[in-house]
């Protein structure tokens, strides 16, 4: 028996790895299904007018590369539909959707020479919705143009740094490349229409590619490299100007209010009897008639108090402070004139 006999069929492990991005995927050849495809598959999608000229020019070369795996590929103009389908030919299950997606990115205005690259086994897509994640359409606007940057500058150094093609077009951003640069993508953009600024991802990105270089901190945390954003914008909505302190927070209910026979009780009121108790309201009536009687009579004879007379050392302090606070009228006069004097010489 031959060497490679013995060895027998390579076994695939099924331990659990660190990192799945650097595992190979092997690739499909045409050995592994040589009795192709039963049924036949079909897509089809629309796309907008202003796509039809350049469709129609490109179209010859759609059909020539989709050819080389055994589809084929159809252009109505009527419907303003393209339709790819598999043939009798066709070997290869996932081709079908790999060109689904390329004739997807062709109506999303991505050119032919970067959407064919789909068709390649370590080459995905991703279409982003983001219509609908700003409600206002001054603000999408804003941070739509904050995504592509002046000049394309922020697009262009999201594309170098995750090596995929963006698209940003109308409500949707196209992104086409590996299957890892297309998660950061989504994710810078996802967060930058939640407002955070497209610089700080790409800023980490950088980062990272530099500490990937550095063998020692392959095993360590990153986090602390990292930049942090910080959200500094303030909530608009009108404070309340009196604002309610809340109580702190106490398991046990409030005490209950004294009733009238509990207070009848602790005054010892409620073990009297009638006679006792209208005596003693009498009493009360009357203290309360002598206080009023009394502050009535104040306020009569308030008139009639004689005023209080100062004393010796009270009325000469008096007399200095009037004779500090006048003014000497000729002095003043004399300045005056003096004054004019030198303003007409």
């Given at each position: 028996?031959?060497?490679?006999e013995?060895?027998?069929?390579?076994?695939?492990?099924?331990?659990?790895?660190?990192?799945?991005?650097?595992?190979?995927?092997?690739?499909?050849?045409?050995?592994?299904?040589?009795?192709?495809?039963?049924?036949?598959?079909?897509?089809?999608?629309?796309?907008?007018?202003?796509?039809?000229?350049?469709?129609?020019?490109?179209?010859?070369?759609?059909?020539?590369?989709?050819?080389?795996?055994h589809?084929?590929?159809?252009?109505?103009?009527?419907?303003?539909?393209?339709?790819?389908?598999?043939?009798?030919?066709?070997?290869?299950?996932?081709?079908?959707?790999?060109?689904?997606?390329?004739?997807?990115?062709?109506?999303?205005?991505?050119?032919?020479?970067?959407?064919?690259?789909?068709?390649?086994?370590?080459?995905?897509?991703?279409?982003?919705?983001?219509?609908?994640?700003?409600?206002?359409?001054?603000?999408?606007?804003?941070?739509?143009?904050?995504?592509?940057?002046?000049?394309?500058?922020?697009?262009?150094?999201?594309?170098?740094?995750?090596?995929?093609?963006?698209?940003?077009?109308?409500?949707?951003v196209?992104?086409?490349?590996?299957?890892?640069?297309?998660?950061?993508?989504?994710?810078?953009?996802?967060?930058?229409?939640?407002?955070?600024?497209?610089?700080?991802?790409?800023?980490?990105?950088?980062?990272k590619?530099?500490?990937?270089?550095?063998?020692?901190?392959?095993?360590?945390?990153?986090?602390?490299?990292?930049?942090?954003f910080?959200?500094?914008?303030?909530?608009k909505r009108?404070?309340?100007?009196?604002?309610?302190?809340?109580?702190?927070?106490?398991?046990?209910?409030?005490?209950?209010?004294?009733?009238?026979?509990?207070?009848?009780?602790?005054?010892?009121?409620?073990?009297?009897?009638?006679?006792?108790?209208?005596?003693?309201?009498?009493?009360?009536?009357?203290?309360?008639?002598?206080?009023?009687?009394?502050?009535?009579?104040?306020?009569?004879?308030?008139?009639?108090?004689?005023?209080?007379?100062?004393?010796?050392?009270?009325?000469?302090?008096r007399?200095?402070?009037?004779?500090?606070?006048?003014?000497?009228?000729?002095?003043?006069?004399?300045?005056?004139?003096?004054?004019?004097?030198?303003?007409?010489?």
């Amino acid at each position: 028996m031959s060497d490679n006999e013995d060895e027998g069929p390579t076994k695939l492990s099924t331990e659990p790895v660190d990192n799945a991005w650097s595992m190979k995927i092997p690739a499909f050849k045409e050995e592994d299904n040589p009795h192709g495809l039963i049924e036949e598959s079909s897509f089809a999608t629309l796309f907008p007018k202003y796509r039809e000229k350049y469709l129609r020019e490109v179209w010859p070369l759609v059909q020539q590369c989709v050819a080389e795996h055994h589809l084929k590929a159809e252009l109505d103009l009527i419907e303003g539909s393209m339709v790819v389908k598999t043939t009798r030919k066709t070997w290869d299950p996932y081709i079908i959707l790999k060109s689904r997606d390329m004739i997807k990115l062709m109506a999303r205005s991505v050119p032919f020479e970067q959407a064919k690259r789909v068709l390649q086994d370590d080459v995905g897509c991703d279409i982003i919705k983001i219509g609908n994640l700003v409600h206002k359409k001054e603000k999408f606007v804003k941070r739509r143009q904050r995504l592509i940057g002046p000049n394309g500058a922020t697009l262009k150094s999201i594309e170098l740094l995750t090596d995929c093609y963006v698209l940003v077009q109308g409500n949707t951003v196209s992104a086409l490349g590996p299957y890892k640069g297309l998660q950061q993508v989504r994710d810078i953009v996802l967060e930058t229409m939640n407002n955070v600024h497209p610089i700080y991802n790409i800023k980490a990105l950088m980062i990272k590619r530099e500490l990937m270089k550095d063998p020692q901190l392959a095993n360590e945390d990153w986090s602390r490299f990292l930049p942090k954003f910080k959200n500094k914008n303030i909530s608009k909505r009108k404070q309340p100007k009196v604002k309610k302190t809340k109580k702190e927070y106490t398991p046990f209910p409030p005490a209950q209010p004294e009733s009238k026979i509990d207070k009848q009780l602790a005054s010892g009121e409620y073990f009297l009897n009638q006679e006792q108790k209208q005596a003693k309201k009498q009493q009360e009536r009357s203290a309360k008639q002598a206080e009023a009687a009394k502050k009535q009579d104040e306020r009569r004879n308030k008139d009639f108090v004689p005023p209080k007379e100062d004393g010796p050392n009270e009325a000469a302090d008096r007399k200095r402070q009037s004779d500090d606070n006048k003014v000497d009228v000729k002095a003043l006069k004399a300045k005056l004139l003096k004054a004019n004097k030198k303003n007409r010489s």
